[in-house]
């Protein structure tokens, strides 16, 4: 209304000037200063009340034919509603503003400008033409083409601000399906982290199946060796229980129960990394430290992240990128880092997309990395290229005290290899 008054106010500076030269005669001021003030009044709330604006000034237009006023300067702002009409009002008001805006031309000329007319209009340019039809009829063609041109603008403006209003929902309606996109890809990466949990239980399970025979079966003759039978059950029980804990919370429907297959842990990087290299990507692997005994859940988050940035720096790095796998193990715990020279910002994106680009890839690293108790730092590194940094916590290693055990009880029967199988070197 601001911004209307505005020019409300401008229009009404020049019609003052006409009012005031009508001041001497009270018929024709009368006539002009109703018209100029209710037309200027009418501008102010055109886009707040669109609807009576246009209702308002047909009113003013058939007053003024009907007491063959003439045409005053205040009359331009009848454009203006034609034009808010189109553009601000109902759809009944704008088929309303066209059907007036075709009739004021001939209105107007046959009432004002016709060799008939005798009022106050000063001049009369088309007298003497009354038996030219052609020309009485062009004149009132002209007559009604501004007020077509303003509703033409108008309708335009319509439909351009209703074309900004289905892209801005448009663009809502993405966002909320990209919210729903991330919560469904949130519940699969736990449902398949779940079944893939389920291996590491029943690793577990199957070890204190092996050492609890073992032990029944030396109980008589060697009692110290079913100790340490004992022992390492003890052990392998906590860290089952551990990772039971882990998959309280994830409600898994019916459906996602698939096939459960082996998972694979942080001693078969060497050879994900050798298939990275026969795809074409160059990666150096490090390791620092002396590697340790790790929870099967750590090893297959380790081994999850490694295979998910490296594959996007593969997609989506670009030519001649290489990339280097670090693992660094102390006594908080294991630290991973996995950086390449590639796009940046491009190869952030493409992390952050994952597969298929609703920013599955960024989810299931963050999944697997809470999932352990860890924290995940992913971004662009700044000399160029992208760099994920993974922290996972461990325990103190038990393998000093289960070692003499599962060698007391390899005579009864084998024991899977639990250790990492890594050792410091650098290729």
């Known amino acids: 209304m601001v911004a209307d008054a505005a020019w409300a106010l401008l229009l009404f500076l020049p019609c ?4 005031l030269e009508a001041w001497q005669d009270d018929y024709q001021f009368l006539q002009v200063a109703p018209v100029t003030f209710v037309l200027c009044g009418v501008l102010v709330v055109r886009r707040r009340f669109p609807d009576a604006a246009v209702a308002v000034a047909i009113a003013v237009g058939l007053v003024q034919v009907g007491f063959r006023t003439g045409l005053f300067l205040a009359d331009i702002a009848l454009l203006i509603i034609a034009y808010t009409g189109a553009a601000f009002g109902k759809v009944w008001t704008s088929r309303i503003s066209l059907l007036f805006g075709l009739a004021a031309g001939p209105l107007a000329w046959f009432s004002f400008y016709h060799p008939g007319f005798e009022g106050t209009q000063h001049g009369n ?7 030219r039809v052609w020309l009485e009829v062009a004149m009132a063609v002209v007559f009604s083409t501004p007020f077509l041109l303003c509703w033409v603008l108008g309708r335009l403006t319509r439909i351009r601000r209703a074309y900004y209003m289905q892209l801005e929902d448009r663009a809502a309606r993405l966002e909320r399906e990209r919210d729903a996109q991330s919560k469904i890809a949130v519940a699969a990466e736990r449902a398949r982290i779940a079944r893939e949990l389920h291996d590491v239980v029943a690793h577990n399970v199957s070890v204190m199946i092996v050492q609890a025979d073992g032990a029944s079966f030396v109980m008589d003759s060697s009692p110290e060796q079913a100790r340490q039978a004992l022992a390492t059950i003890a052990g392998t029980g906590r860290q089952a229980l ?12 019916a459906d996602s129960v698939g096939e459960y297959v082996p998972q694979p842990s942080v001693e078969q990087l060497p050879d994900l990394l050798e298939q990275v290299r026969s795809a074409g990507l160059p990666v150096a692997f490090k390791v620092e430290g002396e590697p340790r005994e790790l929870p099967r859940g750590v090893e297959l988050t380790a081994y999850r992240i490694v295979q998910e940035a490296l594959t996007n720096a593969r997609k989506h790095g670009g030519p001649e990128t290489t990339a280097s796998v670090r693992l660094r193990f102390d006594d908080r715990g294991m630290d ?5 020279d590639g796009r940046g910002a491009s190869t952030a994106l493409a992390v952050q997309g994952g597969a298929d680009g609703f920013g599955h ?3 299931g690293m963050r999944e697997r990395v809470g999932m352990v108790g860890g924290t995940l ?8 290229g992208f760099r994920i940094s993974a922290s996972l916590p461990l325990k103190p290693s038990r393998r000093s ?10 005579e009864s029967g084998p024991v899977p290899d639990r250790g990492p199988g ?5 290729s």
Do not use: F, N
């Not at 003052?16 to 009012?19: H, P």
């Not at 551990?242 to 994830?250: T, Y």
């Not at 991973?336 to 390449?340: A, K, P, Q, R, W």
């Open 336 to 340: 991973l880092v996995i950086e390449d």
């Open 401 to 410: 005290a289960a070692a003499p055990a599962e060698a007391a009880v390899t």
């Open 125 to 131: 340019p088309a007298r003497g033409t009354s038996g």
């Open 422 to 426: 890594l050792a410091p070197h650098a």
């Open 377 to 384: 730092d992913a971004g662009p590194r700044p000399g160029g």
């Open 361 to 363: 890839g960024l989810i």
């Open 242 to 253: 551990e990772e039971m804990r882990r998959l309280l919370g994830l409600l898994r429907s």
């Open 16 to 19: 003052a000037l006409e009012v």
